[in-house]
């Protein structure tokens, strides 16, 4: 995120002060060092979880599945509700949606091996993007997707995290796991006509019809 004194701006008229914003980012920096990133395969990622949030206002509709490599299907769906208490800036996703994501992750934490969501890992100004966050909080490998990159493509933190899935997506490292790797489990989990891979795409798909179900809603 560009520039300085100046407060930010998010859905309008909302504003976040230039004294949060300092704090947001040191608390992102932080988490940064605290990210492990392993010279080697580091094991099996046959279980891939997805989770994504769809918004009305200040509630959090979440969906949450998880895919079996091995048995080539969703093998676990849960959709939940939560309070979202602060609104969408560029580059602090994190503290929007992590919070409303963590408790259903935290809940199923054992049932899956690696974490795919909305959002970017490494690949952020202060290498600290929605993967990274929760990858850090929850001890778990995590990787990053998203439509466009943070930024130019050229600017540091993108050349040397950032990759393109064929022209679908881009995807970057969180936690715990490789750039060679999470490749591999994109590669498994993502079918040739579809815009994001498996699990991501499913519950991004649970979290809207949720939306839906309880506002009538249908934009996320």
Same mark, same amino acid.
């Given at each position: 995120? %560009?520039?300085?004194?100046?407060?930010?701006?998010?859905?309008?008229?909302?504003? @976040?002060? &230039?004294?949060?914003?300092?704090?947001?980012?040191?608390? &992102?920096?932080?988490? $940064?060092k605290?990210?492990?990133?392993?010279? !080697?395969?580091?094991?099996?990622?046959?279980?891939?979880?997805?989770?994504?949030? *769809?918004?009305?206002? !200040?509630?959090?509709?979440?969906?949450? #599945?998880?895919?079996?490599?091995p048995?080539?299907?969703?093998?676990?769906?849960?959709? $939940?509700?939560?309070?979202?208490?602060?609104?969408?800036? $560029?580059? =602090?996703?994190?503290?929007?949606?992590?919070?409303?994501?963590?408790?259903?992750?935290? %809940?199923? =934490?054992?049932?899956?091996?690696?974490?795919?969501?909305?959002?970017?890992? @490494?690949?952020?100004?202060?290498?600290?993007?929605?993967?990274?966050? =929760?990858?850090?909080?929850?001890?778990?490998? #995590?990787?990053? +997707?998203?439509?466009?990159?943070?930024?130019?493509?050229d600017?540091?933190?993108?050349?040397?995290?950032? %990759?393109a899935?064929?022209?679908?997506?881009?995807?970057s490292?969180?936690?715990?796991?490789?750039?060679e790797?999470?490749?591999?489990?994109l590669?498994?989990?993502?079918?040739? !006509?579809?815009?994001?891979?498996?699990? @991501?795409? #499913?519950?991004?798909?649970? *979290? %809207?019809?949720? =939306?839906?179900?309880?506002?009538?809603?249908?934009? +996320?």
């Open positions: 995120m %560009r520039g300085s004194a100046e407060t930010l701006k998010a859905g309008g008229n909302l504003r @976040l002060d &230039q004294a949060l914003y300092e704090r947001l980012c040191e608390t &992102q920096r932080h988490i $940064s605290r990210v492990v990133i392993p010279e !080697d395969h580091c094991g099996s990622f046959e279980k891939v979880a997805g989770v994504d949030a *769809s918004y009305f206002g !200040d509630s959090a509709f979440v969906g949450f #599945t998880v895919f079996s490599i048995e080539n299907r969703i093998i676990l769906v849960s959709v $939940s509700t939560a309070r979202s208490r602060i609104p969408y800036f $560029s580059s =602090l996703l994190c503290f929007r949606e992590g919070p409303v994501v963590l408790p259903i992750l935290r %809940r199923f =934490l054992p049932e899956f091996d690696v974490l795919l969501v909305n959002g970017h890992g @490494l690949a952020h100004p202060r290498k600290c993007g929605l993967a990274t966050y =929760l990858g850090v909080l929850l001890k778990k490998p #995590t990787i990053g +997707v998203a439509r466009k990159p943070l930024g130019r493509l600017e540091e933190h993108n050349v040397n995290h950032l %990759r899935f064929e022209d679908r997506f881009y995807y490292v969180g936690n715990m796991m490789t750039l790797e999470a490749f591999n489990v590669r498994r989990t993502t079918l040739r !006509d579809r815009g994001l891979p498996i699990p @991501l795409e #499913t519950a991004h798909s649970f *979290s %809207r019809r949720a =939306l839906k179900l309880v506002t009538g809603y249908e934009r +996320v």
